[in-house]
């Protein structure tokens, strides 16, 4: 099978010569309505892990053969897509990308914190901001996972608030108050490095400024 074949060689970090990942492109071409959520987004996930980017033909086809069976994408599937395309390069319609958003609320209650933190970190490496009951919704099911972030999620999900907060600094700023816990304690067992303290610091300043220039006459 295509993905299972692409999936092994990204997991062993082993890179195909060019023709072999030709060969397998084209079948894709053939064989693409065959493809369900694990098939379509473990491709393109392994494909960017091994820092490919598909032919655009290839690209276009499992993009809509991935808006078929969206309703049957789960947090994984959906996961692994946005972050595929995040590392390509490759900016999707914001059609799909609000698709992808409609289909993460439908199941977020199955969202674990990779999840949760891969996912915002690839939308806002795409530019794309959800809308504000959507991050409300990802804010509260941090909530409940929030022990099981590790020090690379949390680097993450700081990265997605400077982003977000662009357009949604409300937001943004009760998703970093909401992880702030856990960083308290991943930093005071020392499992946070300085370029992780110094993300926090930083989007801890623009929230300090903007209060100050929110109280200025």
């Known amino acids: 099978e295509i993905a299972s074949t692409l999936w092994a060689f990204a997991t062993l ?5 060019a023709q072999v990942l030709q060969v397998f492109q084209e079948r894709a071409l053939v064989v693409s309505k065959d493809f369900n959520p694990q098939g379509i987004s473990n491709t393109l996930w392994a494909l960017a892990r091994l820092g490919q980017v598909p032919d655009d033909k290839v690209l276009v086809v ?6 078929e069976i969206l ?7 959906i996961t692994n897509m946005v972050w595929a395309l995040a590392k390509m390069g490759h900016q999707p319609e914001v059609q799909l990308m609000r698709a ?3 289909r993460a609320l439908v199941v ?18 795409l530019g794309y901001q959800p809308e504000a009951q959507t991050l409300r919704a990802f804010e509260t099911r941090t909530l409940a996972v929030l022990d099981d972030f590790n020090s690379q999620a949390i680097a993450n999900m700081l ?5 977000i907060s662009i357009s949604h600094p409300d937001e943004a700023s009760r998703l970093v108050h909401t992880l702030e816990p856990r960083i308290t304690a991943l930093a005071d ?3 946070l490095d300085i370029q992780q303290r110094q993300l926090h610091l930083f989007f801890i300043s623009l929230e300090l400024d903007e209060e100050l220039r929110g109280g200025v006459p």
């Open 108 to 125: 977020l209650d199955d969202f674990n914190c990779q999840n949760i933190a891969n996912t915002l970190w690839a939308l806002s490496k």
């Open 62 to 67: 499992l993009l809509a053969r991935a808006v």
């Open 159 to 163: 990265w997605a608030a400077c982003f």
């Open 13 to 17: 970090n082993l890179a195909p010569e």
């Open 189 to 191: 067992s020392f499992q």
């Open 71 to 77: 309703h049957y994408f789960n947090p994984q599937d």
């Open 100 to 102: 992808f958003e409609t």
